[in-house]
């Protein structure tokens, strides 16, 4: 698919401000899926940090703030923090809650000689093995942001494109623009519904995805047990839960989408999940 690039004027004079780029990103989550998904991502160069989520997240924090609404939204598509120039990401995760995850990713590029020109920019491509897949990446050093989507950063220059050798991940830059000032997350990400995420390390975050893998419906029973309201209605998977003996049967198919849906960015974290 042809990608044409919107991209505003790029002052080249980093002063103090934000620079947004959107990504349009294409995923697949189960890799034997024919097409893949699509979303539009936000990457905030801001003076001190560097953050990297869903643009859904912006529309809905929008809405909230315009409307007086206080609608909450949450997908499975990256987000992630982290300090100007570092290599260090804080990876905000939702399991049942949200946790955030610290993971050092240096990422060791080989600069090839090849290059082409997309959008009036001339830009050089570079390759690396970056969590248990190759990946191939196109950057300009016009724009002097050694930044990029997702972790992908380090390079001399600005990525436009980044996609693995097996089509399964790429990120497209679509436009980029200035913000008059840092744009606020603290609703969206830091303080996902009002609360701040508990800060733990993989280890722990591998042993609560097994453990949602084994009873996914763990607090979904306990709030089904306990219910005492007559006129309640329960839904899994958009189906009304009437009896004990559903969940069991929802539970099993929710085991089945888990394993289909393992295909992370990062194929070399992937878990292994059991099956019956």
Not at 66 to 88: E, H, L, M, Y
Not at 136 to 159: C, N, Q, V
Not at 225 to 235: I, Q, S, V
């Amino acid at each position: 698919m042809k990608i044409v690039l919107l991209l505003l004027t790029i002052s080249l004079s980093l002063s103090a401000q934000t620079h947004r780029f959107i990504y349009e990103y294409q995923f697949k989550t189960d890799s034997t899926s024919a097409e893949p998904r699509k979303a539009s991502m936000v990457l905030d160069v801001n003076p001190n940090d560097v953050k990297f989520y869903n643009y859904d997240f912006v529309v809905a924090d929008s809405a909230n703030k315009t409307k007086g609404q206080n609608n909450i939204i949450w997908d499975d598509t990256p987000a992630v923090i982290r300090k100007k120039n570092s290599n260090v990401n804080s990876n905000y995760i939702h399991v049942q809650n949200m946790f955030i995850v610290d993971t050092e990713d240096k990422i060791e590029w080989k600069l090839l000689n090849e290059t082409k020109i997309l959008g009036g920019y001339q830009l050089q491509k570079a390759i690396a093995k970056f969590g248990g897949r190759n990946w191939i990446a196109w950057f300009t050093k016009d724009i002097a942001l050694s930044e990029g989507p997702y972790k992908f950063r380090g390079l001399p220059g600005m990525i436009f494109e980044i996609s693995d050798d097996k089509n399964n991940f790429k990120f497209s830059l679509a436009k980029s623009y200035k913000l008059a000032k840092t744009y606020d997350t603290t609703e969206i990400i830091e303080n996902f519904a009002g609360q701040k995420p508990v800060k733990i390390n993989e280890a722990k975050l591998k042993k609560m995805m097994l453990d949602n893998y084994n009873d996914p419906l763990h607090e979904f029973k306990e709030h089904y047990k306990n219910n005492t309201d007559p006129n309640a209605h329960f839904r899994v998977m958009g189906i009304e839960v009437k009896s004990p003996e559903q969940i069991k049967e929802l539970s099993d198919k929710m085991q089945v989408n888990i394993r289909k849906n393992n295909n992370p960015i990062e194929i070399d974290k992937a878990i292994r999940y059991p099956t019956k």
